[in-house]
């Protein structure tokens, strides 16, 4: 497998190499997860629009931004969305006195916001990006907290400054009204902030206004050992039940740089945990949407937050906790299927048989109800190739008919050793992203289902639930792996300097690149169908801001 991996990395990087000009390459290097280019700072633009177009790197999962003793670095995470074995590091070194790059945002929109937080949190600033300030902190803060000599102590001067209207000397006829959605309104699930611009009742313009319950997670995972203090973190990142999948991000990731082989039957119940996690997540969305679209407490919201429960009590059987689950371990789970087995599984094989029924319930009063089709079909409309240049993943792909799914493509855990389709739907619109999690109920559920089966009929003498990690674990390398959110595509970035702490942890949360996709989705509509458009996104503020 190694050899294989190794021969595909080197054609990578024939291939890159072939199809750059001599004079932007600096030289060649590896990470752990792929290969890698060294390329220079003044032509960025150059070699992405390269390597997109010619070598087939269509999807910017991630952007990196760290320091070093002696310079600044932006680092790419390219892959494809047709074949996500195809990874390309693109790394872009800058002095320490003159942190300046060329931005990729002109080849990859998504990048637009990445770098945005790559200036604001670390100081690298980019040449060309269209809207180069702060996304998470104040525009007046003072200094990059992430770089290695910011002062802590230092005082800030925070203001208040009247919102002006982006529009107001747009040569337009009518007049535009400027309104303040949010950050504390029921529509936004959390503390987000939309500055729309109304031309009527249609959006003339909408900025999504992020970093409101910036929490600082990435200093305090690198701030934290490998073995034990980062994976509780996690669960923060996403208090709508996905949880155990974010602590699966941060597993594989470690897991990898370390070199630790997880037993078998741990990932078993890794992936049955993380279903259930899924379910969880999807039922909310399904409750709360029904809430956004008909504006009131809904027989929908009552029978999500009904079988929601259900599916809840069975994670705190399993895991001794309702919503900070911290379940996972580095090599495994924390414990095995909570005693009596039988009745566990039992209780979980009951909620399956009767989700059928259930499921037909919502579609009987969501998507075949008259109103919420109007609310949703051809609305909030993502063409593929905008949902590509913006990075979106996960549901918010998938309803866009983008065949991606890291279970499959990218595959990990158990999932490549057991039958469920990936669900797509070609609508491209709310409604379609509404189905898309509906249809994905069912194959968790599926797949939750043949997890069981096999966990009961697994030998006792080899029910081991964690591998034989050592008890300080001080890895080298760099690495980004991900795996497959609830809402997308949740990725982290470790950088390894060999000490007990990472020297960069770099979160990826789907939410982050799909909310950056909402102006394109939501300009030109009525302002009630930017409230569905944004439901639709399903974005948890929690690992949009970290």
Known sequence: MQQQQSSTANRLVDEAVTALPDDVIVSCDSHQNAPALVIRADHVQKALSTLRSEVGFDHCSCVTAQEYDDRFETVYHLTSYDDRTRELSVIVPTTKDNPISESAAPVYRTAEWHEREAYDLVGIEYEDHPDLRRIL?????????????YDQTQSQIVTLREHANPLQDDTQ??????????????????VLHLEVVLDGEQVADVEPDIGYIHRCEEQMCQQGTYRHQIMPYPDRWDWGGAGLLNEWAYARVIEDLAGIEVPEYAQVIRTMSAELS???SHLLFTAMYALDVSGEFNATFMYGFRDREIVQDFLEDLTGQRMMFNYF?????????????????DNVRSFIDDLPQK?????????????LQVRCVDTGKLLPEVAKQYGCTGPVARGSGIDYDLRRDDSYGYYDRLEWDVVTEDGCDNFARVLVRLREIEESASIVEQCVDLLEDWPREERTCQANVPRTLKPSGECYRAVEGAKGELGIYIRADGTETPARFKIRGP????LSALPPMANGEFVADLVATL????????????
């Open 359 to 371: 499921l037909d319930e919502y579609h009987d009063l969501l998507t075949s109800n008259e109103v």
């Open 173 to 190: 006829q009518g007049d535009t009204m400027f309104l303040n959605i949010g950050p504390h309104h029921p529509s936004t699930h959390g």
């Open 511 to 514: 939410s982050f690149s799909n």
């Open 329 to 345: 371990r580095v090599g495994g789970v924390v414990w095995d299927i909570p005693e009596p087995r039988e009745e566990f599984f």
């Open 137 to 149: 902190l104040p525009q007046t803060w003072q200094g990059h907290p992430l770089q290695n000599d």
């Open 278 to 280: 899924r379910i969880l």
């Open 535 to 546: 439901g639709s996104l399903d974005t948890i503020m929690g690992e949009v801001d970290r």
